[in-house]
């Protein structure tokens, strides 16, 4: 079992910056690929970025040069780094775990609003 913990959302202008915390705690935590996806309405959580248990990164189209996902394993702990935000990053974010980036993505945390004003 895998509890995942997110922090760090809120409320930032246009154009400004937040950073997204996910603590780990239950199984090794370097064990599992970390993810952050985001809630589309009508659909499945799709992936902003995830790291694999190596450190390989992968990111949406929407979100490339802008949000960096790192991890931390020292901590038990995984990053997302949101520069130059925009109004449509608004959204619920979620920190999972996953064996590997191919999934299953069977841990959650309970969201991180994210809400950018114009």
């Known amino acids: 079992q895998v509890r995942l913990i997110e922090s760090g959302g809120g409320l930032v202008q246009a154009g400004g910056s937040l950073r997204l915390s996910c603590a780990a705690s239950g199984r090794t935590f370097s064990g599992y690929a970390m993810g952050w996806f985001h809630q589309v309405p009508g659909k499945e959580r799709e992936p902003v970025a995830t790291i694999s248990r190596n450190g390989t990164t992968t990111y949406a189209d929407s979100v490339k040069g802008r949000f960096t996902i790192s991890r931390d394993n020292g901590k038990n702990t995984v990053y997302l780094q949101m520069n130059s935000l925009k109004v449509e990053d608004t959204d619920v974010y979620y920190c999972?775990?996953?064996?590997?980036?191919?999934?299953?993505?069977?841990?959650w945390g309970q969201g991180a609003q994210v809400t950018v004003s114009s």
């Open positions: 999972a775990a996953a064996p590997s980036t191919l999934g299953p993505w069977s841990y």
